[in-house]
């Protein structure tokens, strides 16, 4: 049998030397490549191809509000920050961002799709076809018969909901839903177009509906007793529980004197 002595130690040492070496410059040499790869003109970003249904948009003007935002190249370009870039352009629900190699960014882009105004006349607030309440400028919205929604914050999707379940319920009237509201106890309220304004009280949304149903289906009946029409309607308040209060053009019911008695105390003139 052999015996087989072990190497000295300053050959072994020299051995180790020269693994660790060649190792260092193999890392030397990967991070020499990619240095020279992530700054190479080559890999430059060349270009932002963006594609999507565009009503308040174009692919030229996108581009150019996102472009001078966008940091490094194909490379080491941040997409969540490329994706938050086109997002922050009105308009713009949502984008998804992804590399197209050699040197060009793919963007697809979501538009809001606008059902409804938001809050107040003076606000710039919109709801989309989600339930979403975003910013935009309004004079960009191209139909000017959209709803105005109004309610606690937070609760855009519940009265989109209440709205899409009252037009159709409300459409044998001929008068549009300009304006559905709730309000901070639970209480909702539609307007009708030229302004007569109906009071539907809370519950949910099975108990609103019911309630809506019946005026609707008696509102012919009750007008023409007194020699109207619906479009007569001026308010309506349905939190009654086994009716509702109804105030119609040219209907009152107070007697002559009566009437003369409160234009004398507002100090109206009353014509026969």
Same mark, same amino acid.
């Given at each position: ?8 130690? =300053? *050959? ?11 190792? %260092?410059? /193999?890392?030397?040499? &990967? @991070?020499? $490549? ?105 004079? =960009? *919205? ?11 914050? %937070?609760? /855009?999707?519940?009265? &989109? @909901?209440? $709205? ?106 009353? *014509?026969?």
């Amino acid at each position: 049998m052999t015996d087989v002595s072990p190497a000295p130690f =300053d *050959v072994r040492l020299m051995n180790v030397t020269a693994a660790v070496l060649f190792a %260092g410059c /193999a890392v030397l040499l &990967l @991070a020499a $490549a990619g240095w020279w790869t992530l700054r190479n003109p080559a890999f430059a970003l060349g270009g932002i191809v963006v594609e999507g249904k565009l009503s308040h948009n174009n692919a030229f003007t996108l581009r150019a509000n996102v472009a001078n935002k966008l940091e490094g190249n194909f490379f080491t370009v941040d997409l969540r920050a490329a994706r938050a870039a086109f997002e922050s352009v009105p308009w713009v629900r949502h984008a998804d961002v992804r590399r197209e190699f050699p040197n060009l960014l793919h963007v697809s882009v979501e538009e809001h799709v606008p059902v409804a105004f938001w809050g107040p006349e003076s606000g710039s607030a919109m709801v989309n076809s989600f339930g979403e309440v975003f910013e935009a400028n309004v004079a =960009d *919205v191209d139909s000017d018969d959209l709803p105005r929604l109004s309610g606690p914050d %937070g609760q /855009a999707p519940a009265v &989109l @909901a209440m $709205a899409r379940v009252l037009q159709p319920v409300l459409a044998p009237l001929d008068m549009q839903v300009t304006q559905v509201a709730l309000s901070g106890r639970g209480g909702w309220r539609v307007t009708l177009e030229d302004g007569p304004v109906i009071e539907l009280g809370g519950g949910s949304t099975e108990e609103v509906r019911a309630r809506t149903e019946r005026f609707v289906r008696t509102l012919t009946q009750v007008a023409g007793q007194y020699g109207r029409r619906p479009d007569a309607l001026v308010s309506a308040d349905l939190r009654h529980g086994d009716g509702y209060a109804l105030k119609l053009n040219g209907v009152t019911t107070m007697t002559a004197e009566q009437a003369a008695a409160m234009a004398k105390k507002n100090n109206v003139k009353v *014509v026969d």
